[in-house]
């Protein structure tokens, strides 16, 4: 949007009122309240009504739609030419304008870039990989981070190297285009659809259509915030969809669904063409502020799927807080104008009409298998396994994914899956090439094995990479996974969510025992610590964690999650998992349990 300066609106408001004093040319201009005048006198600008962003008057904005408006992050492509050229960082609003080309200047933790990829349903052939690899290599610090999204973050990247990155990934079929910023993030899909056994039908032709709509639309990169959506395919790993702002999941209609509804009128011969599939819609998942997603009622149709998301998004982008950055993502608009007034708006994008359906006419989700995928698992073809493949707290060495690559594509079909719970599969492996693939990963350091423990391990980036973040959570996740796995017998898997900060990217409200970093006093001098919370889940596990030990310096964290654990072992009922025995315990007695008393 272009506006004119004071100079130039003086100029044009003098014009105006001498046309208007000719003969023959009657005036029309705007007041001050925006009404139109035939009267010069009472005209503000001539026909120059304030500059507004979706009806919002420019002063009323916050900060970063300032920056927007002043010039949108996709228009910045000759700046980061420019600075390339000279070797120099973003300055003001262009830090983050970066985001929109998912590139993050990280000082002061890192004096440097960070690349966030797009990975369309966290998808990768292995070529692909090998180019992250060879951009981790030559241009980054000889690493790559699986985000909790699924998709690839490299760091340390000079100004000076920018462009070549982008046109790097560019040629390998890939983007970072809106990885950060106001703007729709990675599309997940469940890492195991087309070949899970247990699965209701493969989502993740959905990701990718939702993931080229997004490209292809302009509109899509001005949000009020970031938007995060998922699909479920209903099998057996968890894609963490109801942690989503629109979780898809996909399901099956009972037997007798048509007796429960009135409204599928010719919807119900596409149902039936499908075996009676479809997607349930929840909404507002937003785990950094305690919610999951719910479901709203809808049954959508899977080719509607991105229809219906669409129009969705177009709704939070015209009515979205735009003043106050802490109420402008989705949750708040339906708070405001509950789920009825929200679909309501949705239903004027669509020239089909929305499904309405209720819940207990579809087939309940079969539960997921936690850390089931690690290690080698049936696909529908009885010839083939898919192989989970551990990557602690999702760093992967230049030589891991170059490893990764070469396996996926000897044994498998040259491809590879990355998990929301920072790990990896590679499927399509014959059976009998399954030790084969797991000794040439175990060669370089990746095990793909079980551990109750350290195959649960999440963490943020932490305060070795990120501003935010008061802890190392990255380096005291493995050295708590490593201590915790040699000194506690534990048979029953465990997620652990390390978090440096509220912005919780690691979202420990949803871990087993979630980790939110800070700093606590010790002697007089601040030192890394955690508030511990326990007892959260997703899935049929769904559930907030409770705040049980607040602020505990990390040295006295290992032996107090020892005995914790061995308590749990000692005291457990029968088949009671650790979820449900923190839940069935008070926060008073699960302290109890461990001998600790909060600091007032």
């Known amino acids: 949007m272009s506006t004119f300066s004071t100079e130039q609106q003086e100029y044009l408001k003098g014009f105006f009122v001498g046309v208007a004093q000719r003969p023959g040319n009657p005036f029309v201009g705007q007041t001050t309240g925006g009404q139109f005048t035939a009267d010069a006198a009472a005209a503000t600008g001539g026909n120059l009504a304030a500059p507004t962003v979706h009806g919002l008057p420019i002063d009323e904005l916050c900060k970063e739609e300032v920056v927007k408006y002043e010039q949108h992050g996709l228009d910045i492509w000759d700046k980061i030419l420019d600075h390339a050229a000279r070797d120099k960082f973003p300055e003001g609003g262009d830090v983050f304008r970066y985001k929109f080309h998912g590139l993050f200047y990280v000082a002061p933790a890192q004096e440097s870039l960070m690349l966030r990829c797009r990975i369309p349903g966290c998808v990768l052939r292995a070529d692909q990989l090998e180019a992250i690899a060879d951009i981790a290599a030559e241009w980054g610090g000889g690493y790559s981070h699986v985000t909790t999204r699924g998709n ?32 729709l993030r990675n599309i997940t899909a469940s890492p195991t659809s087309g070949f899970d056994p ?24 001005d949000l009020p915030r970031k938007f995060n959506i998922a699909f479920d395919n209903g099998g057996a790993v ?9 979780a898809f999941y996909a399901v099956r209609l009972k037997e007798d669904f048509k007796s429960q509804i009135s409204n599928l009128k010719s919807q119900i011969s596409n149902l039936e063409s499908q075996s009676r599939t479809g997607f349930r819609v929840q909404l507002c998942g937003i785990t950094g502020h305690k919610q999951f997603a719910k479901d709203c009622g809808l049954l959508v149709p899977p080719e509607q799927a991105v229809a219906v998301a669409a129009a969705m998004i177009r709704v939070f982008r015209e009515h979205g807080d735009r003043t106050n950055r802490k109420k402008a993502r989705l949750k708040y608009l339906v708070d405001a104008w509950g789920v009825e007034k929200f679909l309501s708006e949705t239903q004027k994008h669509l020239a089909f009409d929305l499904i309405y359906l209720p819940l207990d ?5 079969q539960a997921v298998s936690k850390h089931g995928y690690i290690g080698a698992h049936p696909q529908k073809d009885p010839a083939f396994r898919y192989l989970g493949v551990t990557v602690p707290v999702g760093r992967l060495e230049v030589s891991q994914m170059r490893t990764l690559a070469a396996v996926a594509r000897k044994f498998g079909r040259g491809e590879v899956r990355l998990t929301v719970w920072q790990n990896a599969i590679l499927p399509h492996i014959r059976a009998e090439d399954v030790p084969a693939a797991t000794a040439a990963l175990a060669g370089a350091g990746l095990d793909a094995t079980p551990s109750h423990i350290t195959n649960g391990l999440v963490a943020c980036t932490g305060s070795r990479g990120c501003k935010y973040a008061a802890t190392d959570t990255k380096g005291h996740a493995l050295w708590l996974g490593a201590y915790l796995r040699e000194r506690v017998p534990l048979d029953e ?20 025992i979630g980790f939110l970093g ?43 999650l020892e005995r914790l654990l061995h308590a749990y072992l000692d005291q457990r009922q029968p088949g009671e998992r650790f979820v449900e025995f923190t839940r069935r315990h008070s926060i008073e007695a699960l302290r109890a349990l461990t001998n600790v008393t909060p600091v007032s």
């Open 518 to 560: 800070c700093k606590v006093k010790v002697g007089g001098e601040k030192v890394d610590g955690y508030t511990l919370v326990l007892g959260g889940g997703v899935d049929n596990d769904q559930g907030i964690a409770r705040e049980v030990f607040p602020s505990v310096p990390f040295d006295d964290i290992p032996p107090l």
């Open 493 to 512: 898997p465990i997620n652990l969510h390390f978090t440096g900060c509220p912005h919780s990217c690691a979202q420990h409200y949803i871990g087993d």
């Open 198 to 221: 247990d699965e209701v039908f493969d989502v993740l032709p959905h990701a990718r259509a939702m993931h080229h709509y997004i490209l292809n639309n302009r509109d899509m990169y």
């Open 152 to 183: 690839l973050q490299v760091r340390e990247i000079m100004p000076r190297d920018t462009v070549e990155v982008l046109l790097k990934l560019r040629e390998a079929g890939l983007t970072s285009q809106g990885a950060g910023a106001d703007n």
């Open 361 to 365: 006419a579809c087939e309940a989700r």
């Open 238 to 246: 968890s894609v963490c969809a109801d942690t989503n702002d629109i």
